[in-house]
C-alpha cells in the first residue's frame, strides 16, 4: 500500500511540474483582431515632456496583424541599468490594456510586453525586431504630429 501511494505521489509532483513548464514556456498570444473599439497610442519623452501620437485606422490594424502573430514568453525581467529617457511605449487601449515598451541600452534594444492582469507581468515578444521597425517608422514619420 505505501509503494502504490509513492507512486501516486510521484506522479502528482510530475504532474505539477510539466504544468509549471507549460504555463511558464509555453508562448501565449495578443489575438488583438477580435478586440472591439480598440487604440494604440505611442508615447515618447522629450525636452522633459510627454508626447503622444494615436494610430490611424490603417496603422492600428497593420500593428495589430504584427502583434497576432506575435509569441509571448513569461518570465522576463526588464535589466535595472535602462535609463527612463531612452524608451518609447505603445499603449494598446481596449479590452486589453497591454503596454509594449522599447527600451534602448548601449548595447541591445529590448522590446517588452507588460500586461498588467497577469502573474508575470512582463512576456518577451516573439517578433520584437518587427514590432520595434514598425513603431520607429511611425515615429520617424510622423515626428511633427506627436502632441504634448
Known amino acids: 500500500m505505501l509503494i502504490k501511494t509513492k507512486k501516486i505521489?510521484?506522479?502528482l509532483v510530475f504532474l505539477i511540474i510539466i504544468l509549471l513548464l507549460w504555463y511558464f514556456f509555453w508562448p501565449q498570444s495578443f489575438q488583438?483582431?477580435?478586440?472591439?473599439q480598440i487604440s494604440f497610442k505611442i508615447y515618447k519623452d522629450a525636452d522633459n515632456r510627454k508626447y503622444t501620437y494615436i494610430l490611424n485606422k490603417q496603422e492600428a490594424n497593420d500593428f495589430a496583424k504584427l502583434?497576432?502573430?506575435?509569441?509571448?514568453?513569461h518570465g522576463v525581467t526588464i535589466p535595472k541599468r535602462i535609463k527612463s529617457n531612452k524608451i518609447l511605449y505603445v499603449r494598446l487601449e481596449g479590452g486589453l490594456s497591454t503596454i509594449i515598451s522599447i527600451y534602448y541600452d548601449t548595447n541591445k534594444t529590448y522590446v517588452f510586453a507588460q500586461?498588467?492582469?497577469?502573474?508575470?507581468?512582463?512576456?518577451?515578444?516573439?517578433?520584437?525586431e518587427e514590432i520595434?521597425?514598425?513603431?520607429?517608422?511611425?515615429?520617424?514619420?510622423k515626428n511633427?504630429?506627436?502632441?504634448?
Do not use: C, T, W
Not at 32 to 36: A, D, F, L, R
Open 9 to 11: 505521489y510521484g506522479v
Open 32 to 36: 488583438v483582431g477580435g478586440e472591439n
Open 67 to 73: 502583434l497576432d502573430k506575435s509569441k509571448l514568453y
Open 115 to 128: 500586461i498588467p492582469s497577469k502573474i508575470s507581468p512582463n512576456y518577451r515578444i516573439s517578433n520584437e
Open 132 to 141: 520595434k521597425q514598425f513603431i520607429e517608422k511611425i515615429v520617424d514619420a
Open 144 to 148: 511633427a504630429e506627436f502632441m504634448p
